[in-house]
């Protein structure tokens, strides 16, 4: 993997802007490798970017980052039972929230990927894109509740897959689609940080989607309590993966830009972002054996902390002030 990058020392590759706000060092984490990479702060839209990005970015992102695990998405849908469940928790967010649907959802609560298309108005017959889709873990989602276009392009998939739910998976990148302006809805989960050349996606977007249709972007925000109380140990900055953090001025700058106007935001962060950064600030990678993530029983939370963890995420949240968010943004020229 690499990858040709905009100058980036001199101006904002957002907003235009010259003036530096401050200078960070943020060590790798994720991994725990521990080399330091150097951000820059912009004083125009409060954007945090990555200053050189390393040439060969293969090694920061080890296999097990890759969620490519199609045989587990396809167990997920194995019997009619299961099936019925996923269904039932899909279209309580989407159409009628039936009780059922509420407890389904309370037992097992769908993904945030689902939750960020509530209240948009999508229906079943919408073309829907995922890019950046993984093996597709929303699709099948979406397909299995009766969607009936659904599509996932990710460009680090092995092989395309068609799954019993009628879901497609391929290898592909967005720029390598038809310019067709042929998309209802086009989603980029957690996708857009990791991308250099940020203008260039927006239109890439616009170029593939109807005049109305949305652009879904689920992104880490450095405008959170979590960026101001963490700084560079904050556990989405996740050096050298991000090469964009983006506030919700830099977002606008970008989708005007391009023809989008801002139809609604949805903040989700969670206790991720209190867990994370408080490891990072003790010297714990994230897939270290003591990390959360790998063994809550060795990590060193108890269970009422993650709870206090979780409910302060949804305080930030109802204030906007969480530290990662999904913008809805409709296609208006
Ligand atoms: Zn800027």
């Given at each position: ?12 590759p957002l ?177 857009l940080?990791?991308l250099?050349r940020q203008h260039?996606r927006f ?41 964009f ?9 970008l ?79």
């Open positions: 993997m690499s990858t040709t990058f905009e100058s980036s020392e001199s101006q904002c907003c235009g802007t010259e003036q530096v706000q401050g200078y960070y060092e943020a060590e790798e984490m994720m991994i725990g490798l521990r080399e330091r990479f150097r951000y820059c702060k912009c004083s125009g839209c409060g954007s945090l970017r990555l200053m050189e990005p390393p040439a060969d970015l293969s090694k920061y992102y080890p296999s097990e980052y890759y969620s490519y695990d199609w045989k587990a998405v396809k167990e997920g849908y194995a019997t009619r039972l299961k099936r019925a469940f996923r269904r039932l928790r899909v279209l309580s967010v989407l159409e009628d929230p039936s009780t059922l649907g509420k407890i389904a959802n309370l037992v097992r609560p769908a993904p945030k990927q689902i939750e960020c298309l509530k209240g948009l108005g999508i229906s079943r017959d919408d073309f829907i894109l995922d890019v950046g889709c993984g093996v597709g873990a929303i699709v099948n989602e979406l397909a299995n509740a009766g969607f009936k276009h659904v599509r996932g392009i990710d460009p680090y998939l092995s092989k395309p897959i068609l799954y019993d739910t009628g879901a497609a998976v391929e290898t592909a990148e967005l720029n390598e689609l038809p310019r067709r302006e042929e998309w209802d809805v086009i989603m980029m989960s957690h996708v940080e990791h250099p260039e239109e890439e977007v616009r170029l593939r989607l109807r005049i109305n249709g949305l652009f879904i972007v689920r992104v880490p925000l450095v405008d959170s309590a979590a960026w101001e109380k963490y700084g560079v140990h904050w556990v989405q900055l996740d050096a050298p993966r991000h090469f953090l983006h506030t919700r001025k830099s977002l606008a700058i989708s005007s830009k391009h023809g989008f106007a801002l139809q609604s935001v949805r903040y989700d962060s969670d206790a991720f972002q209190f867990w994370g950064s408080e490891q990072y600030l003790n010297g714990i990678p994230l897939m270290h054996h003591q990390s959360y993530a790998r063994s809550p029983r060795q990590s060193p939370f108890s269970a009422g902390q993650i709870a206090d963890f979780s409910r302060r995420a949804l305080e930030l949240n109802a204030q906007g002030l969480g530290d990662q968010a999904s913008f809805a943004f409709r296609r208006i020229n």
